[in-house]
């Protein structure tokens, strides 16, 4: 390293490092990245602003070659090249990226497609309105300027901006360690919400959002986002957004229709929105959707067509705002610079303040300059005064003096720019140099110089100039202005809490093969025959299930956990399938004990679940539905127990009988229903464990198969009884394995 005067010395390398790092990120903050909390502009942008109104470049004046402005900044105010100031410019006057636009573009300036826009010697451009608001007073001290990055001249620190851009037209940058993304809003709703807080400084946030709701994006769209998450966001300057699409549903012949899109959220490429609803057609996605085609011309119109007429379209468009960038979520933060310095995150209150503060900084400058003018005119008028009514010795003192000017001022204690004011006066006003003139624009000035002094003397009188300042923009680009109506609006989502699957799968029947060792795979249709399905060496069938591709798998094991998995997800009939415990976390102590098929609009069955032990408890399909490979664990086990059973509750009673051949018979409705526990003891045992349960109605008798043969007994009441009971042997005839 070099210190101040040249020498080297040295230092440790995490040293350098950090004073570099530290020095480049304080420069990317405060000079690229993050817009000024008063003028709304990043440093690139300010710079062209100024250039283009220095050079004449304003929206009273014909197009000029966007090169030219371009090359402007470049020579004169900003130390990089001209591809970054050319695409700040091209964002300027983009009508999709801004809401109200800094640049007036003639030309290809891109498009909502993704399009570039076309080479600067190909486009012509100039500012409009809302940039000479932005630039009204620069030339009056109203701002401080600095000195350029070459030294030649100066460039303003900021802009006078008595346009509200910052909020009008957002924000976004991304600097080291921080970033910024400030939606754009209404002008005329901001302006309404200074104007309540220069009538209440007090006021609330939640009042300022009575007059000034939420972003009002240049796309606009649909805003779904609650109330009070909005009043959050603002509150604290961070937070985010839905925005949606804006459709309608267009009829057609025969009882079809089609959907609309007429406005796409904000930042979202048309293009690339088609092509990603085609990958999900093609992909068979989004069964629902039959096709998709742009009509676009200057407005938006994407046609989205549905699969056939019985599609619900709500339905259809919660699939699709869910799988595309039909909805988005734009996160705001009100990362901003504070005096062109400090970064920090601001609230609504604190930046309509910012700019309220800044406007007022404006008007006194502005002010004191013009006092200036004025007394600087006062002290000449006064000098034409005196040479008006001693005209003919002055043209004397002029023509015959060696030194007049200081003739004059000791004639008639004329100051130094009175006496050089008359000097300088030419022979063709002196006919206009009548009192009457002199006395009359006085007089005026005087007047002016009253009031000026006037509202400089108190606050009230400023802001009562700001308040009709704030009017005069409110006129300018309010509801009369062809963009000044909001755009986006508020809506409440549809409450659909759960898209169903079938609006993302292609819905068709399947049969699920589950082997002894617990390989898995499905087949194409229903009703195959047993004896055709093949299986590994020393493997053979164990669960066969028919389904289809848009049902879940319930799962459940003897550690107790049920496990869920999408049948659209299992693997193909291909080969011998999949390992199950590849596809969910079960242990090689654990073994699958039942496989359930679960249908959409089946989510509440219930089923009956009982441990080695002899407890169990009734649990509903929804509480069973598991989101991970871990799956959920419902039975709580002790040591040396294990789940045993799991079987759909599909009666009025149970029938459980122990490894000790005693059965007991009792309603359902004593067992209860948990999420999650150890349940209660179901059958009593001393040294025996459960061997089979089974529910069944009480009026159709108890069944069972014994080899080939099916028996049913009617009459139960010699072992009816109640839960926790231990029960007696069996009728004749049971099973001597004890299972039903």
């Not at 699409?245 to 025969?254: H, V």
């Not at 979520?329 to 503060?357: D, H, S, T, W, Y």
Request: proline share 5%.
């Amino acid at each position: 390293m070099t210190d101040s005067i040249g020498r080297v010395k040295d230092t440790l390398l995490n040293e350098a490092l950090s004073e570099r790092y530290l020095s480049y990120a304080l420069s990317t903050i405060t000079a690229r990245s993050l817009p000024d909390v008063r003028d709304g502009l990043k440093p690139v942008q300010r710079r062209i602003l100024y250039a283009m109104g220095e050079s004449g470049n304003t929206q009273d004046k014909p197009y000029r070659k966007s090169a030219s402005a371009v090359g402007y900044v470049m020579m004169k105010y900003h130390p990089h090249g001209n591809d970054p100031i050319y695409e700040s410019m091209v964002r300027m006057a983009q009508d999709f990226s801004l809401r109200y636009l800094m640049v007036d573009g003639q030309g290809n300036f891109g498009s909502l497609d993704g399009d570039n826009a076309a080479a600067m010697r190909y486009t012509e451009a100039r500012l409009t309105l809302a940039s000479a608001y932005m630039l009204e007073g620069i030339y009056e001290e109203a701002v401080d300027f600095q000195k350029t990055y070459n030294n030649e001249t100066e460039e303003p620190l900021v802009l006078p901006a008595k346009f509200p851009n910052l909020l009008a037209n957002g924000a976004t940058g991304i600097a080291v360690g921080m970033a910024t993304n400030i939606p754009p809003h209404n002008v005329e709703e901001i302006c309404s919400a200074l104007q309540l807080l220069l009538k209440d400084p007090t006021t609330s946030i939640s009042s300022l959002l009575q007059i000034m709701p939420g972003p009002d994006f240049p796309t606009g769209g649909l805003l779904v986002e609650p109330s009070e998450n909005i009043l959050k966001a603002y509150e604290t300057g961070r937070g985010s957004f839905r925005l949606r699409s804006r459709y309608e549903i267009e009829p057609l012949k025969g009882g079809l229709y089609q959907i609309v899109v007429t406005e796409i959220p904000y930042q979202v490429q048309k293009a690339r929105l088609i092509e990603k609803i085609a990958e999900l057609i093609i992909e068979k996605k989004i069964p629902l959707l039959g096709d998709v085609r742009d009509e676009s011309a200057e407005d938006i119109r994407l046609i989205l067509i549905p699969k056939n007429r019985t599609v619900d379209p709500l339905i259809l468009m919660e699939a699709l705002y869910r799988q595309t960038d039909l909805e988005i979520r734009f996160n705001m933060n009100m990362n901003v610079l504070e005096e062109g310095r400090i970064p920090k995150v601001m609230n609504l209150k604190e930046v309509l303040q910012a700019f309220l503060k800044h406007r007022q900084q404006v008007l006194q400058r502005r002010s004191n300059y013009r006092l200036k003018q004025i007394d600087h005119r006062l002290e000449v008028l006064k000098g034409y005064q005196i040479a008006y009514l001693n005209l003919d010795e002055v043209i004397r003192i002029i023509r015959e003096e060696d030194d007049p000017k200081l003739e004059m001022q000791k004639r008639w204690a004329l100051s130094d720019i009175q006496a050089e004011a008359i000097l300088n006066m030419r022979l063709r006003t002196l006919r206009k140099l009548e009192e009457l003139e002199i006395l009359k624009e006085l007089q005026s000035l005087e007047t002016e110089k009253s009031d000026l002094q006037n509202l400089l003397s108190t606050e009230k009188h400023q802001w009562q100039a700001i308040a009709k300042e704030i009017k005069e923009i409110e006129k300018a680009f309010g509801s009369s202005h062809p963009f000044g109506k909001r755009r986006t609006t508020f809506e409440t989502a549809p409450q659909i809490t759960e898209v169903p699957i079938e609006a993302f799968l292609e819905k068709e029947p399947v049969t699920i093969v589950c082997s002894n060792k617990n390989w898995i795979r499905t087949l194409k249709g229903h009703h195959l025959a047993h004896e055709d399905i093949k299986y590994k060496e020393g493997d053979e069938e164990r669960f066969i299930l028919e389904g289809e591709s848009t049902d879940k798998l319930l799962i459940f094991a003897s550690n107790g956990r049920f496990y869920t998995l999408g049948i659209d997800k299992l693997p193909s009939g291909r080969g011998h399938g999949e390992a199950l415990r590849l596809l969910i976390d079960l242990g090689n102590e654990d073994e699958i004990l039942s496989i359930f098929i679960i249908k959409p609009n089946t989510l509440d069955q219930k089923f009956l679940v009982a441990t080695s032990d002899g407890k169990g408890f009734i649990v509903e399909t929804q509480e069973a539905l598991a989101q991970t490979k871990m799956g959920k664990q419902i039975l709580i086990l002790n040591n040396g127990v294990k789940a045993q059973k799991c079987i759909p509750l599909t009666g009025d009673h149970v029938a459980i009988i122990g490894t000790n051949r005693k059965l007991l018979i009792f309603p359902i409705t004593e067992i209860p229903q948990l999420s999650r526990g150890k349940g209660v003891i179901l059958q009593k045992y001393k040294e025996a464990t459960l061997s089979d349960l089974k529910v069944f109605t009480f009026s159709q008798g108890l069944s069972w198969v014994y080899g080939t043969q099916s028996r049913t007994v009617t009459d139960l009441r010699p072992w009816l009884g109640s839960r926790a009971q231990t029960g007696k042997l069996p009728p004749f005839g049971f099973p001597k394995n004890n299972k039903f």
